[in-house]
């Protein structure tokens, strides 16, 4: 079952312009982590937040998290042709070894 | 070192036939996962192994899934008497140990059933 709900479902913007995508999900969490998928093959981990964690940064990725609104984001800056791709939000809960993903946005940008 | 490898890359198969799909997580990683995704249903967890611990299935479709992991290491996800809904990419992830930590994904194997 999914747990997270990306948004929005699909994203296109310009080069250079930043990409922000959100996740919701409805149960507690030990830590969510976001990935990317080209070509739908294999996820490439980019970042994980643990529960305790506001933000956190990585290069061009700011991840933001807040247990309150069991909700996250993913801002990409200063995008580039290289990032179009999906991406997807995934959680971990307190008492499970799964990841939980969500359905994924699809980033679409245009040099 | 290596990320998780999985064999084969692709594969076709009629409908009724066995399949054996081979994970090679990250050497020293103790947690492999798999994954499959399909397009109606998103990603999906299948079954989680854990060191030594009985691994845990709650995520597989049917009796017809099974997976084994030998020496801590390779794992192995058969399916049998395949039918057209099981087409879809299964993905094996390994971590290093519990949940605290990221997961790596494999390249997947397509797996079309005709």
């Known amino acids: 079952s999914q747990q997270g709900e990306e948004d929005p479902q699909a994203l296109s913007i310009q080069e250079g312009e930043n990409a922000t995508m959100n996740c919701s999900y409805k149960?507690?969490?030990?830590?969510l982590q976001w990935y990317r998928q080209n070509s739908g093959r294999g996820l490439v981990h980019l970042i994980l937040?643990?529960?305790?964690?506001r933000e956190k940064h990585s290069g061009r990725l700011r991840v933001t998290l807040d247990t309150s609104k069991k909700s996250s984001s993913l801002l990409i800056t200063a995008s580039r042709a290289a990032d179009t791709a999906s991406y997807f939000c995934?959680?971990?809960?307190?008492?499970?070894?799964?990841?939980?993903f969500g359905k994924g946005t699809k980033l679409s940008v245009k040099p | 070192g290596a990320g998780v490898s999985q064999s084969p890359s692709n594969k076709v198969t009629e409908k009724g036939k066995d399949v054996e799909l081979r994970c090679d997580p990250i050497?020293?990683?103790?947690?492999l996962y798999w994954y499959r995704q399909s397009l109606g249903q998103g990603l999906e967890f299948l079954i989680y192994?854990?060191?030594?611990?009985?691994?845990?299935k709650s995520g597989l479709p049917s009796d017809r899934f099974s997976a084994e992991r030998t020496g801590g290491s390779v794992s192995t996800l058969t399916i049998q008497r395949t039918q057209q809904e099981d087409s879809a990419v299964y993905l094996c992830?390994?971590?290093?140990?519990?949940?605290?930590?990221?997961?790596?994904f494999g390249p997947g194997t397509r797996l079309t059933v005709t």
């Open positions: 149960t507690s969490i030990n830590n």
């Open positions: 937040i643990r529960s305790n964690e």
């Open positions: 050497s020293g990683h103790t947690a």
């Open positions: 995934a959680t971990s809960g307190r008492s499970q070894g799964n990841l939980i």
């Open positions: 192994f854990q060191g030594n611990s009985a691994p845990d």
């Open positions: 992830a390994s971590s290093l140990s519990t949940t605290r930590d990221e997961q790596y």
